[in-house]
């Protein structure tokens, strides 16, 4: 596709369940990266990918979460045990090159996986 | 207290009148300033991108970030009803890919 995708676009959940969002970059590049978006609030960080790797997951909140890239394209976020505070809208972005900087490339952000918890 | 800091408004304007948008910060590593505009159910699209102190125009479009005051404005000009949608300030320190971004402000523009 033409631009960043992510499935699904909605997702409601009970408490306590597994929950696992996908991401699907723009086809060759190299960074990806993971935001959430609580109602009223500005994407914050949750974590970043050079390739496979995960070159930083600071943002994520708490070890219920993770995310895996296995072949450098397509990732999975994945949140154990959630909770209703885990209600956000979750968004993927990604750019063409792995580096520090707008310069390095611009962020395209997908859609978002809008979870809600009850 | 936020790194930074947006009028979550919303602010509505009648079509034709320039518009301003603005954000403070309070971290002074910031050196990469940025507008997003994110429409209603959409991912934030990026609109202008600043480096350092400076103006930059694109269209109806202009930057102003003000380091030394901590201090950032975007300017739409003769603004249009489908400019309406939530804009986002992102900054960037030296060296990171984290963007830390504002709350957003909600532009609503009248036909």
């Known amino acids: 596709g033409a631009g960043v995708s992510q499935t699904p676009s909605n997702k409601v959940t009970e408490k306590g369940k597994y929950v696992e969002l996908r991401c699907d970059p723009i086809?060759?590049?190299?960074?990806l990266y993971w935001y959430r978006q609580s109602l009223g609030q500005g994407p914050e960080f949750l974590i970043y990918?050079?390739?496979?790797?995960?070159?930083?997951d600071s943002g994520l909140p708490n070890d219920r979460f993770f995310a895996v890239r296995p072949e450098g394209s397509v990732s999975t976020l994945k949140i154990q045990r959630t909770e209703r505070g885990d209600s956000a809208v979750y968004l993927c972005?990604?750019?063409?090159?792995?580096?520090?900087?707008?310069?390095?490339?611009?962020?395209?952000f997908g859609e978002g996986s809008r979870l809600t918890v009850l | 207290q936020k790194e930074v800091e947006q009028d979550p408004g919303p602010l509505s304007v009648p079509e034709g009148a320039i518009v301003s948008l603005n954000c403070t910060y309070s971290?002074?590593?910031?050196?990469?300033f940025m507008w997003y505009r994110q429409y209603s159910r959409k991912g934030p699209e990026l609109l202008m991108y600043t480096y350092s102190s400076g103006n930059k125009e694109d269209g109806r479009f202009t930057a102003q970030v003000d380091k030394s005051s901590k201090y950032i404005s975007l300017f739409i000009r003769d603004s249009q009803p489908s400019d309406s949608a939530t804009y986002l300030c992102?900054?960037?320190?030296?060296?990171?890919?984290?963007?830390?971004f504002g709350s957003g402000t909600r532009l609503l523009v009248r036909p």
């Open positions: 990918f050079q390739g496979t790797g995960a070159a930083d």
């Open positions: 992102a900054m960037e320190k030296d060296s990171s890919y984290k963007l830390i």
């Open positions: 086809s060759g590049h190299t960074a």
């Open positions: 972005a990604s750019s063409p090159k792995a580096g520090t900087g707008i310069s390095f490339g611009e962020l395209f």
């Open positions: 971290n002074s590593a910031f050196q990469y």
